[in-house]
């Protein structure tokens, strides 16, 4: 089993009460990792910086036995300061190089794209058009799996990043929204923009709500799936998307599903894996047969 992720690659500052402290992060850069804690071969396509943050990166994605083919930064490597809201919600402050991520798909991209078993893109540029047309062009016949995860720091044009996410979303295999990106890029509704995905032509959406579990629809019928229940209390939920769409990017690195019961524990499998990644502090993926082994020594985010 292969994949390829193509997304961001950056550098998390966490500003808290017990000071700041830097991690190596992005939503592409979690599900690559995740993917490859899997078990399955995982190459990276991401913009990193000729600097000390972009030796982290690197650093980090060679531990975890993740390819990088990296895009060249001129700004240097991406980076997020990312504070709490009184709600003690996360809150993101993007620096010049992340705001202007380009990605860039040379002769190695382009044969690992063409190699893969499936390919995911998370936190991509999509209000661009030129990187929303290298990005296709790159894709050519890919088994796709995507999810906008749009950050507002980041987009410079609502409108044209979903024109652009929906031209991908069209032609992919799996679509992965959640309820924060329906209400930044369309109206709320996290069960119309389901259906409307579906109609543009996606094989399969995946909607997560949250506390109210998840939601998957393909042509086989419509899957439910609460948050699953695993011991020990819920210590950050940052990386349950990513580990989430991990998981369901693993189990197409297998073959589409073919019946209800595949559709399901494809599903049921992705929902126990966010609950484990939320049972750890950061964006790496757990697994509950990892939480259970204690995973000594293992490279955290």
Known sequence: MTAVVIGDALIDEIRDASGVRELVGGAALNVAVGLRRLDVETTLIAMVGDD???????????????????????????????????????????????????????????????????????CFPFDRPDEVDALVDALADARVAVDPNPRTGM????????????????????????????????????????????????????????????????????????????PGPMVDTVGAGDATLAAVAAGLSQSLPRSDAEWQQLLDRAMLIAAATCRAEGGLLRTPESLHEGERGVFGS
């Open 155 to 230: 987009m410079s044009d609502v409108a044209e990043f979903v024109r652009g996410f929906e031209r991908v979303a069209a032609r992919a295999s799996l679509v992965k929204v959640g309820a924060d990106d329906a209400t930044l890029l369309y109206d709320g509704d996290l069960e119309a923009l389901r259906a409307r995905l579906r109609g543009l032509g996606a094989d399969a959406v995946l909607a997560t709500a949250g506390a109210e579990g998840a939601v998957l629809e393909s042509d086989a019928g419509v899957f439910r799936a609460p948050i699953a229940s695993l």
């Open 52 to 122: 000390e943050a972009g030796e982290h990166i690197r650093q980090y994605l060679r531990d975890h036995g993740v390819r990088l083919i990296e895009s060249p930064s001129p700004r240097g490597s991406s980076r997020a300061v990312v504070t709490w809201s009184p709600s003690g919600e996360p809150q993101y402050a993007f620096n010049e190089a992340a705001r202007g991520r380009s990605i860039r798909y040379d002769e190695a991209a382009r044969e690992a794209i063409a190699a893969a078993d499936v390919v995911a893109i998370s």
